[in-house]
Nanobody, 124 residues
Framework: QVRLVESGGGLVQAGGSLRLSCEDPRRTSSNNAMGWFRQAPGKEREFVAV????????VYSDSVKDRFTISREYGKSTVYLQMNSLKPEDTATYYC?????????????????WGQGTQVTVSS
C-alpha cells in the first residue's frame, strides 16, 4: 500500500494557524480524492475534510468549517490543510488519506492508504 507522508504539525497558541501538507511519494493519487482525518487521545478518529481529484469540490466537518481549507494542485498528488483560528479542541494527530475513487466521503472505509500522522497541539 502507498504510505502517504504528512508534515507541518506543531505547537501553536489558540487563535493561531498551521498549514499541513501531505505527499504521495509514488505520485499515484492525482486521480483520487484526498482527505484529512484527526484523532485526539482517547477518542475515535474523525473526519476533517476531503477534496476531489481535481480540486473542484471540498467537504468539511462542521467542527472545522469556515476555519480550515483543504486544497490541492490539479494533477498533483499533494494535498494541503490550512488551519486558521485554531482552538485547543483541535489538538490531535492529523492523518492524510487517499480516497478509493475521484471523490470520497467521511468514512474511513472510503480511503485506501494513510500516512503516519502529524501532531497538532493548540495551547490555550
Amino acid at each position: 500500500q502507498v504510505r502517504l507522508v504528512e508534515s507541518g504539525g506543531g505547537l501553536v497558541q489558540a487563535g493561531g494557524s498551521l498549514r499541513l501538507s501531505c505527499e504521495d511519494p509514488r505520485r499515484t493519487s492525482s486521480n483520487n480524492a484526498m482527505g484529512w482525518f484527526r484523532q485526539a487521545p482517547g477518542k475515535e478518529r474523525e473526519f476533517v475534510a476531503v477534496i476531489g481529484w481535481n480540486g473542484g469540490r471540498a467537504v468539511y466537518s462542521d467542527s472545522v468549517k469556515d476555519r480550515f481549507t483543504i486544497s490541492r494542485e490539479y494533477g498533483k498528488s499533494t494535498v494541503y490543510l490550512q488551519m486558521n483560528s485554531l482552538k485547543p479542541e483541535d489538538t490531535a494527530t492529523y492523518y492524510c488519506a487517499k480516497g478509493r475513487s475521484s471523490f470520497a466521503g467521511s468514512r474511513s472505509t472510503d480511503y485506501t492508504s494513510w500516512g503516519q500522522g502529524t501532531q497538532v497541539t493548540v495551547s490555550s
